[in-house]
């Protein structure tokens, strides 16, 4: 250690008990000729950047009840029960079309799933790319399944 790292060194030290005070934030400055300090006051050398700091503590206040629940008012708008059963009918088909589209898709995924297992492509030079390709079959048989299993919790859930 050079001369001039300890006189920082004990400046720094002296520094921080004479004012018996802990900073809230601590730097390192590198100087010109490449001298680290570290300090818990900014100075004026270039490069400063800092390491740590404190910040204040805070309270968060509980939160507020929620308002209690009211009635729905008289003058709310409804819908006549042959509307909403109309609507729930157009529901139930999207859903049975989506859900027959989505067959078709798993139906199609497992078949390029099986033809993938069985043969490995002339660029898979190595095992890996072969398996990688495998896998990314069974993820899209994985997401047709997931689709169905959806889109049959959907319906179920119609009255």
Partial sequence: MTRRHIFLLI????????????A????????????VLYTNQKTGAKNCTVLSHDLPVTTISAPAKPAPRT?????????????QRGR???????????LGTEQQNLDKARKALA???ASR??????????LDRVQDLRNGV????RNIDALKRELSNIK
């Fill in 115 to 117: 033809e993938g297992e």
């Fill in 142 to 145: 994985a997401l047709h399944e």
């Fill in 11 to 22: 400046t720094l030290l002296l520094s921080g008990t004479a004012t018996g005070v802990c």
């Fill in 121 to 130: 492509l002339g660029d898979e030079k190595s095992y890996q790319k072969y």
């Fill in 88 to 98: 729930d009918g157009d529901r139930r088909k999207i859903l049975e079309q989506e």
């Fill in 71 to 83: 009635a729905t008012p008289g003058d709310f708008p409804r819908v006549d029960g042959d509307t």
């Fill in 24 to 35: 809230d934030t601590l730097y390192k400055c590198i100087d010109g000729s490449g001298l």
